[in-house]
C-alpha cells in the first residue's frame, strides 16, 4: 500500500511538473514574440532624429517624365543640409491634394540625397529608383506643390508653376532642378532660382538623382 502510494505521489508530481514547465514555455514564447513584434511596429521611434525646419529641403523634382510613364516615373530629390543623420519615419510628403505617410524607418545621411518616387519602386529606371514610395498620385504637369512635414511642422515647401518659369524654357523629360549655390528652403521657393536638368540618364531623359544639380 505505502509503494502504491509513493507511486501516486511520485505520478502527481510528475504531471504537475510537466503542466508548470509546459506553461512556463508557453509564457516566455508569448513574451518573446511581442517583443518581436515591437520591433516591426510603426509606433517605435525613428533610428535618427527628425529634421527640423529647413534642414532637409527638395532639391530636384521629375514631375514629367518622357522617357517612362509618369505613373513610374516620377521622383523627387531631398538634400539634408545638416552634418547629421536625420530620420524620416513618421513624416509625411504631400503634394497640393494628397498626403503620405513615411512609414519605414528611413534616414538621410549628412549632406546626403534621398529620392522619393510615385507607385513600385521596382518599376523604376535603375538610374532613379526611390529610396521609398509615396504611393499613386500623380505631381502635376504644370503646377504642384511638393511638402515634407515632421511633428506638425513643415520642413520644406516647394510651389512649381510652369506659369511662373518666365527666364528659361520649360522642357518635358527633364526635371526641375533646383540651381546648384540655391540649395535653402526661402531660394527653393522662387522658381526664378530651378532650371531644367541638362544632364542626361540613361532612359534618355534628364535630371541628377541623388547627384549635385548642374550650375545655372
Ligand atoms: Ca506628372
Ligand atoms: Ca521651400
Ligand atoms: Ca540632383
Same mark, same amino acid.
Given at each position: 500500500m505505502r509503494?502504491?502510494?509513493?507511486?501516486?505521489?511520485?505520478?502527481?508530481?510528475?504531471?504537475?511538473t510537466k503542466w508548470f514547465v509546459f506553461l512556463m514555455a508557453a509564457i516566455f514564447i508569448l513574451f518573446a514574440c511581442s517583443n518581436n513584434s515591437d520591433h516591426g511596429n510603426s509606433n517605435t521611434a525613428p533610428s535618427a532624429p527628425h529634421p527640423a525646419e529647413g534642414q532637409v529641403i527638395f532639391t530636384e523634382i521629375m514631375y514629367n517624365p518622357k522617357a517612362v510613364d509618369d505613373s513610374i516615373g516620377e521622383w523627387v530629390e531631398l538634400f539634408n543640409l545638416t552634418d547629421k543623420e536625420l530620420g524620416l519615419k513618421g513624416c509625411t510628403f504631400s503634394d497640393s491634394k494628397h498626403d503620405s505617410?513615411? @512609414?519605414?524607418?528611413?534616414?538621410?545621411?549628412?549632406?546626403?540625397?534621398?529620392? +522619393?518616387?510615385?507607385?513600385? #519602386?521596382?518599376?523604376?529606371? &535603375?538610374?532613379?529608383?526611390?529610396?521609398?514610395?509615396?504611393?499613386?498620385?500623380?505631381?502635376?504637369?504644370?503646377?504642384d506643390t511638393a511638402k515634407l512635414t515632421c511633428n506638425d511642422v513643415v520642413i520644406d515647401e516647394?510651389?512649381?508653376?510652369?506659369?511662373?518659369?518666365?527666364?528659361? @524654357?520649360?522642357?518635358?523629360?527633364?526635371?526641375?532642378?533646383l540651381c546648384a549655390g +540655391?540649395?535653402?528652403?526661402? #531660394?527653393?521657393?522662387?522658381? &526664378?532660382?530651378?532650371?531644367?536638368?541638362?544632364?542626361?540618364?540613361?532612359?534618355?531623359?534628364?535630371?541628377?538623382?541623388?547627384?549635385p544639380n548642374d550650375p545655372c
Open positions: 509503494i502504491n502510494h509513493v507511486e501516486s505521489l511520485n505520478q502527481r508530481i510528475f504531471f504537475f505617410v513615411i @512609414e519605414p524607418d528611413i534616414v538621410i545621411k549628412p549632406n546626403g540625397y534621398l529620392l +522619393f518616387g510615385i507607385g513600385d #519602386a521596382s518599376l523604376h529606371p &535603375a538610374e532613379s529608383k526611390p529610396d521609398w514610395t509615396w504611393g499613386t498620385f500623380n505631381l502635376g504637369n504644370s503646377h516647394v510651389d512649381y508653376d510652369e506659369n511662373n518659369m518666365t527666364n528659361y @524654357e520649360v522642357v518635358s523629360g527633364a526635371s526641375l532642378s +540655391f540649395e535653402n528652403a526661402q #531660394a527653393n521657393d522662387d522658381m &526664378a532660382n530651378w532650371r531644367f536638368s541638362t544632364t542626361q540618364l540613361p532612359s534618355g531623359d534628364f535630371g541628377t538623382p541623388r547627384q
